[in-house]
């Protein structure tokens, strides 16, 4: 890995107390500001920069919640969301929750039969069953979401996906992923992490499951419901389907994000079990040109970046692209050294190679 520099990030109290800091899933560069998304709540935070030509550091958070701007599937506004990928494209802002199921942890104070019975609970939350597309709009010179934007006379709304084009929904009959839908997602379950946007195609990259070393990545192509201006629904495929699966040989490794670099799509590559690493970035040449399911090996995949770990913490979650050939690197369970005495965050902008 080729450390460029780090910049820092700072959030408000709100959400250090909800430990969003240090539970960093997603991030995108957005102009002067960053879009960041931790995966204990159902938010999405904006932090603008202190200096937008050079950055060294992303602060002034503004805390958006996802129930503002549509109706979450869950009965309660604060239930976390799981949000696990964002994506920044056009007019819209999109984000996508995890979609997975849960084990309850067996903690210190736990033992005996006890803590079997807790390592046996499985839960999910509906919640993290989301994918959304918010409207951005220039407020006082910010990108900021609003409930609905015009563009060229024509109304947009904030939307999400549901119903019976709900992802896990379409999945059950699904031949590799439908025998993990169970599955938490840390057991090798059903885990989406990363999103890409590149036009009407929208990629969505799996944690897990992870069959036999391939690692996939689903591509929908969705649009918005004319008699439904809130709801996301998706076209169909020329094979009748309305999602489309590729199959990626990462070495044994699942998505963690993912973000589009003109054609292609650069991967965050880390274990879908409970492991610190190894953790890598790829490159999956003309992944947006694809018209096929795509079985992506050889000369259509490249590593590009080795990044490092810690042991037990510093999980690179998420990545965005920061221009000149460089990508910025947010952490979930930061080490140490990267919480500052004041309370921000560093997060790391590598350099790739040329």
């Excluded at 879009?35 to 938010?43: L, P």
């Excluded at 995949?301 to 042991?311: P, Q």
């Excluded at 990545?319 to 979930?332: A, E, K, P, T």
Aim: charged residues 30%.
């Amino acid at each position: 890995m080729t450390l460029d520099h780090t910049v820092r990030l700072r959030f408000g109290d709100k959400s250090r107390a909800a430990a969003t800091h240090t539970n960093l899933s997603a991030v995108r560069l957005d102009g002067p500001v960053l879009w960041i998304a931790g995966d204990e709540t159902a938010t999405v935070e904006r932090l603008v920069a202190d200096n937008p030509e050079a950055p060294t550091e992303f602060g002034a958070e503004t805390t958006y919640r996802l129930g503002d701007f549509i109706s979450l599937p869950g009965t309660d506004i604060e239930e976390e969301a799981d949000v696990e990928g964002l994506a920044r494209t056009g007019h819209f802002l999109w984000a996508i929750g995890s979609h997975s199921l849960r084990r309850k942890q067996i903690k210190d104070r736990h033992v005996g039969e006890k803590a079997l019975r807790r390592l046996a609970r499985i839960e999910g939350q509906e919640n993290r069953q989301i994918l959304v597309r918010l409207p951005i709009a220039d407020v006082d010179g910010l990108p900021t979401p609003v409930r609905e934007i015009d563009i060229d006379g024509e109304k947009h709304y904030a939307a999400a996906l549901g119903g019976k084009d709900d992802l896990r929904h379409l999945l059950r009959k699904d031949d590799h992923l439908a025998p993990f839908l169970p599955i938490p997602g840390k057991d090798n379950g059903l885990d989406i992490e990363g999103i890409a946007v590149s036009g009407d195609r929208v990629y969505l990259g799996l944690r897990g499951p992870v069959l036999r070393g391939w690692a996939f990545v689903l591509e929908l192509r969705p649009y918005i419901d004319p008699h439904e201006p809130d709801r996301l629904r998706l076209h169909e495929f020329p094979d009748g389907f309305t999602y489309r699966k590729h199959v990626l040989r990462l070495d044994g490794l699942g998505v963690r994000d993912l973000c589009p670099d003109g054609d292609d799509l650069l991967i965050l590559a880390g274990p879908t079990m409970d492991l610190d690493g190894p953790v890598r970035v790829y490159r999956w040449h003309g992944a947006c040109r694809s018209e096929q399911p795509t079985i992506v090996r050889g000369d259509l995949i490249s590593r590009v970046l080795e990044l490092t770990f810690g042991e037990g913490d510093d999980h690179a979650e998420g990545l965005s692209n920061y221009g000149d050939g460089r990508l910025l690197i947010v952490y979930d369970s930061p080490a140490a050294v990267r919480l500052t005495e004041d309370d921000a965050v560093i997060a790391d902008v590598v350099r790739m190679p040329s």
